[in-house]
């Protein structure tokens, strides 16, 4: 969505907030060539952002891993020292020459100031600058509603830091302070509320059914009415409901529940867009240690390649050409979508399984001392 179009009563304007259109149309009208040098330096600042917050967390999990006890043949899985001085650069060069990334900023999305913020949130974070980043989130949840998510990775990092309950009611406490005074500040500049229902309630109620690159459209095209509302219901909690087991499992790594969050909102909101990916693409590198573990990557990047080069004219055939179908489009997006959730499924999978081989050996013993063979489903 481009920065001209920003009623906050449209229906396209489900990721706008009157912060963010007042700020626009004062560009717009002053200094508009400062909009798309705007929207540069937001990914340039962004990507150098990751590349700090990469290196301190690759630093701090070399350091981690020296407190552990860990199996002779179980030490090719440790992340090496060099990997701080490289990864860090691989990360910043797949934020900013990413494909989405390079669409995103041309189109002047806001998507872009979005993935800024998440950005300088990971770096607070990692940081253990939790304040700071309970309030950069507020900015991002002001303007959508499924960022409230990365809380929860956020106040699991403050208490681990601590081990005190207080710090994860304190910084839950600054993070509620600071989304009421930004609603407070969009309620004073239109003297109204209805900017709320523009934003928060477009995204939970999907009025609009303008094809995506999302799983919503589809399904309630083609659903009876009287039937709607339960699988409304269905598809917003099915966004939501993973934040329990998630956060149960992978309590004790927070910023790697930062990225399994970012994978799920990508793929199961009802808004979603291909600048949704390039955060979860661009951190992947710093688990690279679990690689080897994939089951289907092969399949996962060609799946991602062909729906996102085939989804533009498939989408030209159906709506300009008349040559083809609604179901032409959607079979891409689906397979855009499982594409992510492969990739989701495989780190999950080689991030659970490399903690077994590091804590057990490449091969432990059975109880009759032979050596035993893992077998993961």
């Known amino acids: 969505m481009s920065y001209y179009n920003l009623s906050p009563y449209s229906g396209d304007a489900c990721h706008h907030t009157p912060l963010l259109i007042v700020a626009f149309k004062f560009l717009d009208g002053n200094a508009p060539f400062i909009i798309p040098v705007l929207f540069i330096l937001l990914d340039i600042v962004g990507a150098y952002q990751l590349m700090k917050a990469a290196k301190l ?20 899985l440790l ?64 303007i959508s509603l499924y960022p409230i ?18 710090k994860l009611l304190k910084v839950a406490v600054v993070f509620i302070a600071s989304l009421s005074c930004l609603l407070l500040l969009s309620y004073k500049l239109y003297e109204t509320w209805e900017f709320f229902n523009a934003v928060y309630i477009f995204i939970l109620k ?9 799983l919503f459209w589809y399904f309630f095209l083609e659903m009876f009415d009287h039937f709607r509302l339960f699988f409304l219901w269905v598809l917003q909690l099915h966004a939501f409901v993973y934040l329990i087991p998630f956060t149960i499992m992978f309590r004790k790594h927070p910023v790697f529940l930062f990225y399994i969050l970012l994978s799920t ?22 688990w690279s240690c679990t690689f080897r573990y994939f089951r289907s990557l092969f399949v996962t990047i ?76």
């Not at 910043?92 to 913020?117: D, G, H, K, M, R």
């Open 302 to 377: 060609v799946m991602l390649i062909f729906s996102t080069l085939l989804s533009p004219f498939l989408y030209h055939l159906w709506v300009y050409a008349g040559s083809g179908n609604a179901n032409f489009f959607y079979a891409a997006t689906l397979a855009f979508n499982l594409a992510q959730v492969l990739l989701l499924s495989d780190v999950i999978y080689g991030f659970r399984r490399r903690e077994f081989h590091l804590k057990h050996g490449l091969c432990p013993e059975t109880e009759h001392g032979e050596k035993g063979r893992i077998v993961m489903k």
């Open 206 to 214: 999907v009025p609009d059914l303008t094809p995506n690159m999302g």
């Open 79 to 142: 992340i090496k020292d060099d990997d701080a001085s490289k990864l860090p650069y691989l990360v910043a060069i797949v934020y900013l020459y990413n494909p989405f990334t390079v669409a995103t900023c041309a189109a002047l999305s806001t998507s872009s100031i979005v993935n800024f913020l998440l950005c300088t949130t990971v770096y607070f974070q990692i940081q253990g600058y939790h304040y700071a980043a309970a309030i950069l989130l507020s900015l991002p949840t002001c």
């Open 265 to 286: 909102i990508s793929w199961s909101k009802s808004y979603p867009s291909v600048s949704d990916l390039i955060l979860p693409l661009a951190i992947l590198p710093l």
């Open 57 to 76: 967390f690759i630093l701090k999990e070399i350091k981690s891993q020296k407190r552990i006890e860990i199996k002779d043949d179980a030490k090719v």
């Open 149 to 166: 998510m990365l809380l929860v990775p956020i106040l699991l990092h403050s208490v681990a830091s601590e081990c005190r309950l207080l």
